[in-house]
């Protein structure tokens, strides 16, 4: 045994121990930094854009939809007589164009065609007739006077075979260009309201957005449903995020776009969601929050996302741990 006194012997040995102990603790990681929130869902809520008697609703609460199904069909047999008028008066102002762009019928041309063959026979016996007279002495064996008839008869019958020709070419021809216009301008018109027609009558179907869960149902059938009054509400695929609450201290430590793992009861482990909101106003520790104990009265609403294919139900408490960027 040396001579050094028990207490000082004890001393020396037990500080290489302490130098080791605090080395350790000293290379050892910062505790993660884990906070306590919730699942919160972003429910799709169908409302029709008028009120209506509810005819059809083809979902219960608990059912699962594709994008496209119909989930509720409104009355709807004012809107489709509105359709039906607007076909009819496209159909209507259609036929009404198609005739301006075409000539005058086959056999109302023929007619013509037929006067102007007897207004040419008659053109070629007053021509005729007149050069007989030509050929006998004025005044002598035929009067002046009935040389000025069978002169004028001439011209008159040139003058109507000239008139049937017009009226032919004018028959083989379209409408005026303005009034083309004016019935392609009423066609367009019709197009539309036949347009709105059926876009009002599609409202009356309400369809899943996208691929869903079937929250809940609000209405059923024979009740009234007033514009804007959502009929069922869905919660589609991928639409649950995460709300966690940051105490003020520790804000500084969270960024947009930072990934943070989460934990609740019955997820499967390496669940990872990306922060994508920070509230820019702080609020005081809400009264029911689901955490061990409340560690700060001041803290900010954090937001993030889930990965892809992640099953949260909406209210489910969790468990977000920050990992550092």
């Known amino acids: 045994m040396n001579g050094l006194p028990v207490t000082r012997r004890a001393a020396a040995l037990a500080l290489p121990a302490l130098v080791a102990g605090v080395f350790v603790f000293a290379s050892l990681p910062a505790a993660a930094q884990t906070f306590y929130?919730?699942?919160?869902?972003?429910?799709?809520?169908?409302?029709?854009?008028?009120?209506?008697?509810?005819?059809?609703?083809?979902?219960?609460?608990?059912?699962?939809?594709d994008a496209g199904d119909v989930v509720a069909v409104l009355e709807s047999g004012d809107e489709r007589a509105r359709l039906d008028e607007a076909r009819a008066r496209l159909a209507q102002a259609e036929a009404q164009l198609a005739d301006l762009r075409k000539g005058k019928r086959t056999p109302e041309i023929d007619a013509l065609i037929a006067q102007r063959a007897q207004a040419e026979a008659t053109l070629r016996l007053s021509e005729a007739q007149f050069a007989r007279n030509m050929r006998l002495p004025a005044g002598e064996v035929v009067s002046e006077?009935?040389?000025?008839?069978?002169?004028?008869?001439?011209?008159?019958?040139?003058?109507?075979?000239?008139?049937?020709?017009?009226?032919?070419?004018?028959?083989?021809?379209?409408?005026?260009?303005?009034?083309?216009?004016?019935?392609?301008?009423?066609?367009?018109?019709?197009?539309?309201?036949?347009?709105?027609?059926?876009?009002r009558l599609g409202q009356r179907t309400l369809k899943a957005p996208a691929k869903a869960l079937v929250s809940d149902t609000l209405f059923v059938a024979g009740e009234y449903v007033p514009a804007g009054t959502p009929v069922a509400s869905l919660l589609p695929d991928g639409n649950v995020k995460l709300r966690f609450f940051v105490p003020e201290p520790q804000l500084a430590g969270i960024k947009i776009g930072q990934a943070v793992e989460v934990r609740c009861d019955g997820c499967g482990p390496g669940l990872k969601a990306a922060i994508v909101y920070v509230s820019p106003e702080a609020e005081y520790t809400p009264p029911?929050?689901?955490?061990?104990?409340?560690?700060?009265?001041?803290?900010?609403?954090?937001?993030?996302?889930p990965a892809p294919g992640s099953r949260l139900n909406a209210g489910q408490p969790v468990e977000v741990t920050a990992v550092k960027p």
Not at 55 to 64: I, P, T, Y
Not at 288 to 297: G, L, M, Q
């Open 37 to 65: 929130g919730y699942a919160e869902g972003e429910y799709a809520r169908l409302a029709p854009r008028e009120g209506g008697t509810l005819a059809e609703l083809r979902v219960k609460r608990g059912d699962r939809v």
């Open 145 to 199: 006077e009935k040389l000025d008839q069978a002169r004028a008869a001439v011209e008159r019958d040139r003058a109507r075979v000239a008139e049937l020709a017009a009226q032919i070419a004018t028959a083989r021809l379209a409408a005026r260009g303005d009034e083309i216009g004016a019935a392609e301008a009423a066609v367009a018109v019709a197009r539309a309201q036949a347009a709105q027609a059926d876009w």
């Open 288 to 305: 029911v929050i689901y955490s061990r104990e409340t560690r700060a009265k001041l803290v900010f609403m954090v937001e993030a996302r």
